[in-house]
């Protein structure tokens, strides 16, 4: 088996009868077969193949949407802007949730045109973290930069950065995925950035309760009646929320959460003749953001919950997991490589094996610029494996272990292609 540095290939010393002959190649070039035995592993009834760790969960990458609510006003006039309250926390939440990760840019063509011609990198200081400092949020990771890099997945990217820099390539064309060195199909621009669903919802309602129906907040029969000239000490207090996931790019609904939150004896009490403004750290530094968090935390639990039920036949999270190829395969590292949308941050660590299938995305129109009708595999069973031999913040690259035929060019890895979990690499253990 060749070492990394023999299966890198520089695209630009091919002669032009290689480059000419690529369609008749094998898929990424590889000529290692499994044995027989291994074909059969790859039908999706098969339970063994199915098999993914219990112990560790890979996050499901989403695009926050604005959490609805409504204004909150307070018995001495004063107006909360309770949308904003919602919105802050829930985006913590998120963070802090095992199963989701707030989705990061990659690093593609339109990147480094926006970027004046090079990537416009963070500092890498929030690599082992889904939250990155306000002046870097929209730049890519000088780490998957460096991932990539090191593959050669970013030739064709810059190349095509600076044809459209230059404007020999109209925007256009990029974002439909028109523009390809090798001359066959390019990845559409928004399949890049797409994450696996959007996430919103809204705050049904909130209530902060004293005495007999009185309180601050509303639910769905309206404001609550808050009268009250001096201090109150609240008893009970409730939050609703409902979540729900969309196709990014179809918008179809895909699991949707309710998640509430009550506590009672809440300990916590506002002095209304004051005078003094109540603010917002009334909703970020006592026991009543307790109550609104477990209600986020149990909706996005309740979100977890809907896709193993709908999509998970042996109910694990990892078989509702899923990526995609990124970046054309065709022309880097001798074929035997692929990149994918996924790193660190997910959880994908080096030795983690996943499945490969080619996808057939359907748009009304021009892809990007109009709505996708579907998405479906194009083969009933995967194509090819590959094992992870690299990882950056949102991006790993795979080495591909196993393909169905080598001889059909129409079976080789196209960008766009699905990546699920096959095996995850088992944590080591040391002896005592």
């Known amino acids: 088996m060749k070492d990394q ?52 969960a890979l996050k499901m990458d989403v695009e926050i949407g604005t959490l609805k609510g409504r204004v909150i006003r307070l018995p001495n006039g004063e107006t909360i802007d309770f949308p904003y309250v919602a919105n802050a926390l829930f985006y913590r939440e998120v963070i802090k949730h095992d199963h989701f990760l707030i989705a990061n840019p990659l690093p593609t063509s339109l990147s480094m045109v926006a970027g004046g011609g090079a990537f416009k990198m963070s500092s890498g200081k929030n690599s082992d ?38 404007g020999r390539v109209s925007m256009n064309d990029a974002v439909e995925g028109k523009f390809s060195a090798s001359g066959a199909a390019s990845l559409p621009a928004c399949l890049y950035e ?30 609550l009646p808050g009268s009250a000239g001096g201090k109150v000490n609240f008893s009970q207090s409730k939050f ?9 790019l179809s918008r179809q609904v895909i699991a949707i959460g309710d998640g509430v939150s009550r506590q009672s004896k809440v300990n916590v009490g506002l002095d209304f003749a004051s005078g003094l403004p109540i ?34 036949p042996n109910k694990d999270w990892n078989e509702v997991w899923e990526s995609r190829v990124v970046y054309d395969p065709e022309l880097v590292n001798g074929d035997t490589h692929v990149a994918f949308r996924a790193g660190e941050l997910a959880g994908i660590k080096v030795g983690d094996t ?16 109009t709505r996708l009708k579907y998405s479906i595999v194009r083969t009933t069973t995967p194509i090819a494996t590959a094992e992870v031999v690299s990882v950056g913040d949102n991006v790993s690259v ?15 890895i196209q960008p766009g292609a699905q990546v699920k979990v096959f095996k995850l690499a088992e944590p080591v253990v040391k002896k005592q």
């Open 240 to 248: 609703e929320i409902g979540l729900r996931t969309e196709n990014p």
């Open 279 to 312: 603010g917002l750290n009334f909703f970020f530094n006592t026991p009543i953001t307790d109550v609104i968090r477990n209600g986020m935390k149990d909706g996005l639990d309740q979100i977890v919950d809907t896709y193993i039920e709908r999509r998970s």
């Open 194 to 223: 797409m994450p696996q669903a959007l996430l919103g919802g809204e705050v049904l309602s909130f209530e902060a309760t004293w005495g007999v129906g009185l309180g601050i907040g509303y639910n769905p029969n309206g404001e």
């Open 5 to 56: 540095k023999n299966t890198v290939t520089n695209p630009q010393s091919r002669s032009k009868n290689q480059s000419g002959s690529t369609l008749k190649r094998s898929a990424l070039g590889v000529h290692l077969l499994l044995p027989l035995i291994a074909i059969s592993g790859l039908s999706m009834g098969n339970k063994g193949c199915e098999e993914t760790s219990k112990t560790r």
């Open 398 to 412: 795979a080495k591909v272990t196993y393909l169905t035929d080598t001889t059909n060019a129409d079976l080789r």
């Open 354 to 369: 996943f499945k490969i299938s080619n996808m057939r995305y359907e748009w009304e129109g021009a892809p990007c610029t």
């Open 129 to 166: 973290s889904s939250e990155n400092s306000e002046d870097e949020i929209g730049l890519v990771s000088r780490k998957d930069v460096s991932v990539l890099d090191q593959y050669r997945f970013l030739d064709k990217v810059r190349a095509q950065g600076q044809a459209i820099f230059e």
